[in-house]
């Protein structure tokens, strides 16, 4: 960790400082935890609230907020994206040496680039190639005739199967397995009877990909994720999927064979997405939705529910079952006024 002026993060940020230049900041903490020598920031509609109430030296706030006098804030468009980015001058990650551990097990044949490093027990099989910069984890599984490129980090335990292709600045986390067969069988007299699965996977530039992720190979052709892409962890991505550039996909989601997913698309975590759905470009899917199979999601629209519907319909729906429990309501106490009219025809 090193230290910095405010006026420096002002500088780097293109922020506008306001409050005392020269206050030296030794670390970056979440609003509730900072203390003095602390960076933090706000935004939303509590911003205003946790400004007067957090003891941070420095403050990235909203460009129209207002500070109290006497602290030391800086102003930008997006507080939230400027602070990731200082993160990264107070906590530089541990860096990794390049070599290749002795326990290694890379096979005849494997082209390695400029300064990679490849973690014990990792085993790289014939025809690969590891593009420059590259670091490697413990207990990795590379099969054969994959293309990792620049400067990607696969964490411990990822296992690439064979012809498997990534982009430069990969990041790939522990668990991930990609390549692995596609769920494709077919139903004969005897029972199911496996679709060879015999595609690839090809990932884009800068895609990262959480802990404990699957996808499938194609079963011909590629299932493909394209540049800047975000998986969070356990997300599983069927054979012959095709994800565009920028999507952002939450934990536990899971996507069919076939499916289209276009650029800048949002989905939430727990989605489920059945066969050869596609969703256009910059959709956003709610968390637990469900997408029936080949259903289309329009340009820009937001979805929630089982089976998902745009979202002013869902809200609309949600409220006529709200109703229900009034409309049960007034059915009981119609049936004990029936009940009592009859009572007295019959005396």
Known sequence: MGSLRAAEI???LGGRLEGNPDLVLEDVAEVERAGPAHLTFVYGSRAAEQLARTQAGCV????????????????????????????QWFRQPRAVPPGIHPTALIEPGVELGCDISVGPYTVIRSGSRIGDGTVIGAHCAIGHNVIIGRRCRLWDRVTLYDEVVLGDEVIIHSG???????????????????FPQVGRVEVGNRVEIGANCCIDRAALGVT??????KLDNMVHVGHNVRIGRNVV???????????????DV????????????????????????????????????????IPARPLKQYLRDLAEVGRLVQLRETVEQLEARVRQLEAAVRR
Do not use: N
């Not at 390549?179 to 494709?184: E, L, Q, T, V």
């Not at 493909?224 to 892409?229: H, M, P, Y």
């Open 176 to 194: 991930a397995v990609l390549g692995a067969d596609g769920f494709g069988y077919v139903r004969t007299a005897q029972g199911y009877e496996k």
């Open 224 to 229: 493909a994720i394209g540049d800047g892409t």
């Open 266 to 305: 949002v989905i939430g975590g727990q989605v489920g997405i059945g066969d050869k759905v596609r969703i256009e470009r910059g959709a956003v899917l709610a968390s637990k939705c469900g997408i029936p199979t080949s259903k289309i999601i329009r340009r820009g629209q937001t979805v929630w529910g």
């Open 10 to 12: 002002a500088e780097r």
């Open 249 to 263: 996909i939450a934990a536990q989601t899971g996507i069919s064979g076939g499916v289209v997913i276009e650029d």
């Open 60 to 87: 990235i706030v909203p460009l129209e907020l207002a500070a109290p006098a006497g602290r030391t804030v800086i102003h930008v468009a997006d507080p939230r994206a400027a602070f990731a980015r200082a993160i």
